[in-house]
């Protein structure tokens, strides 16, 4: 029986780089006494000292800034924002200084900015968003939304040994629902490339974060029918390891591309532009995005659902889409 | 804490430095837009140069500053490399940002001087966390964020100062108050008299000083920069100054004749040779000679910008990862 939920995985690639590196520290707000508002860090401070777990007062713009400037100085700070949506108070700092201050300055800036995101925990609009587009439009910051517990710990581990600004995105409705068995030895994913979840000839499911579980029902609903779907999850959405989408859409010739986030400025249309522009000759059928609807969040239960894209969604177009 | 003569002197020529640089990078714009190659906005610190060599020039070289977007002064004070500088300013690859960045992208971290900033109070909170290493890392040294008064009413401003009263981290912070944010006076901008009474609520000491008497700036950032490296935390002072040039190149003067007037005869660099001539012995050739100095300098600095290729347009892309 599986046994790690994507939390505790998050947990252990935290606890363990910190165990690692005496430079890791973590900052935020509720983080250190009382363990992380989703107990993400629950028990870090009893065994790695205040100096090492710092609470702070709820300025984002103040935390981000305060591990821009200690890892100017060799230190590798993962700051968390107590919910995605929080991040635009530290927005400043991300995009004008984590992002370029190697590039203006020749200042590296190794930190990581984990965020919880994510709809379907009825948090309404401030508390479900998906912001990781923002981020992917700004050069210099790496973005990553890892859907499995196994990415989730393997990749948390990447960010925090990288050498430049990295935003975490933790799907918050994974937290608790994902368990998996983990490998026992030590591991790390690599950022900056996909993962093939499953393999398939007729169709590609291009995703990531929380939906590459409504895409995997959906690719179970189309087994059924006879068609072979590929699901392609990006894991880091910038920069986008276009080799492993393009070589998906050139075998199966057929593409959606599903993602939670709302439609326009979606990171959707930035792959479905490389995938028109270079792998045009390949396609039997427009590449269609699924994500969505161009709105806040809404909280109401059937106001939510209805926001959120689903397999059911997924599956209706990809039907169209394999008789095209 | 007396100060000795030859530590005077010493003071004199940053602030002569400082003062030819800016007004050589002036001349030198002003004959680029004259010659159609627009080279962008120039915001000079003249008139302002007591506050970075009296902060300055009590700071350890392990002691870090943060700048703000008027920040040739801070550079220099802290011991940035005068072609480097010359060099950045112009766009050339030798520059001390490899051209990349320009006057408000300064940034040398061999001698702690952690970067100019062109975000207005952007720099605040960046102060946090040099602060905080030091506290974590169980080091003495402290770190200086300047900015002026109309990056007081920035969030950031808030954010930094509390987090550091808060936390009890070693920072100075210096608010340069020249009366203009940009355009703006600072009664628009604050509604108290000073900018340090603010300071009371965060519950840390404020003091106000003339920022243009460089002995009077020291005098205060000696005992705010003790009580950082003692572990008593954050100070704010507020140096009250007064730019002799508009806000950048291109905005032209707004500021009223009467008041530009009154405050240039208080100049920071006139009246510290004054008093260095009349109660410390200084004979106008010491003063001749470190001026002939700074010039040679400045001059040699011009020749290598100019003799520095500009950056190869191949490398765009490069640098923005490790």
Not at chain 1, 244 to 264: F, G, M, N, Q
Request: net charge negative.
């Amino acid at each position: 029986m599986a046994t790690t939920t994507y939390l505790e995985a998050i947990r252990e690639g935290l606890w363990e780089e910190m165990e690692r590196d005496p430079n890791v520290f973590c900052i935020g707000e509720d983080i250190a006494v009382y363990g992380g508002a989703f107990k993400v860090t629950a028990g870090f401070l009893e065994h790695f000292g205040e100096k090492r777990v710092v609470d702070t007062p709820i300025s984002e713009s103040a935390i981000v800034g305060a591990a821009i400037g200690a890892g100017f100085i060799g230190l590798r700070p993962v700051a968390e924002m107590q919910f995605a949506d929080f991040i635009t108070c530290g927005f400043d700092q991300i995009v004008n200084f984590a992002a370029k201050c190697r590039y203006r300055w020749g200042a590296g800036v190794p930190i990581v900015i984990r965020a919880p995101s994510g709809g379907g925990v009825h948090g309404g609009p401030f508390h479900s968003q998906n912001p990781e587009a923002w981020f992917a439009h700004v050069p210099g910051l790496k973005v990553l939304c890892p859907a499995t517990a196994y990415d989730a710990k393997g990749l948390i581990k990447s960010a925090i040994r990288d050498n430049d600004p990295v935003l975490f995105f933790e799907h918050k409705a994974l937290y608790r629902r994902i368990k998996e068995d983990l490998p026992e030895q030590e591991y790390t994913v690599p950022i900056g490339k996909a993962a093939i979840y499953r393999d398939g000839t007729d169709l590609s499911i291009i995703t990531y974060g929380a939906m590459l579980y409504e895409a995997s029902q959906a690719a179970g609903d189309l087994a059924a029918e006879g068609y072979s779907v590929e699901i392609v999850d990006l894991r880091t959405v910038f920069p986008l390891d276009e080799e492993t989408v393009l070589a998906s859409v050139r075998k199966t010739a057929r593409a959606i591309v599903l993602h939670e986030d709302t439609l326009t400025g979606g990171i959707g249309g930035e792959v479905v532009a490389r995938i028109t522009e270079k792998a045009f000759e390949y396609l039997d059928a427009p590449v269609v995005r699924i994500a969505a609807p161009d709105t806040p969040v809404p909280y109401s239960s059937p106001l939510e659902q209805a926001f959120l894209p689903t397999a059911a969604k997924v599956t209706a177009k990809a039907r169209w889409l394999l008789q095209y | 804490m007396a100060v000795d003569v030859e530590e005077m002197l010493r003071l004199y020529g940053l602030m002569v430095r400082i003062r030819n640089f800016e007004l050589k990078m002036v001349e030198i714009f002003t004959a680029r837009m004259k010659a159609g190659d627009f080279p962008g906005a120039l915001h000079t610190y003249c008139g302002e140069e007591a506050i970075a060599v009296g902060v300055c020039g009590v700071l350890r070289p392990d002691d870090y500053v943060f700048s703000t977007h008027r920040g040739h002064g801070h550079a220099l004070a802290k011991g940035a490399d005068l072609n480097k500088m010359v060099a950045e300013l112009n766009g050339r690859a030798s520059g001390l940002s490899r051209g990349f960045g320009g006057s408000m992208h300064l940034y040398d971290p061999s001698i702690g001087f952690m970067g100019t900033t062109g975000v207005v109070g952007g720099n605040l909170p960046l102060c946090l966390g040099t602060a905080y290493a030091s506290v974590a890392l169980g080091g003495t040294f402290v770190t200086v964020a300047f900015f002026g008064e109309g990056a007081a009413s920035q969030g950031s401003f808030h954010e930094s100062v509390n987090m550091a009263a808060v936390m009890r981290w070693p920072v100075v912070y210096v608010c340069e108050n020249n009366l203009y944010a940009a355009t703006t006076h600072v009664a628009v901008n604050c509604p108290l008299e000073n900018i340090a009474d603010r300071a009371k609520g965060y519950g840390i000491p404020g003091a106000v000083v003339d920022g243009n008497d460089v002995l009077a700036v020291r005098e205060a950032a000696v005992e705010a920069i003790e009580r950082a490296r003692s572990g008593c935390g954050p100070t704010l002072i507020e140096c009250k100054t007064y730019r002799h040039h508009p806000h950048c190149m291109v905005i032209p003067e707004h500021r009223p004749p009467k008041e530009c007037r009154e405050w240039h005869a208080k100049d920071p660099i006139e009246s510290f040779a004054a008093s260095l001539m009349r109660i410390h012995a200084t004979t106008r050739d010491t003063l001749d000679a470190i001026e002939a100095r700074e010039v040679g300098l400045l001059e040699a600095a011009v020749k290598f910008m100019r003799e520095s290729p500009l950056p190869d347009p191949a490398t765009v892309g490069d640098y923005l990862w490790a």
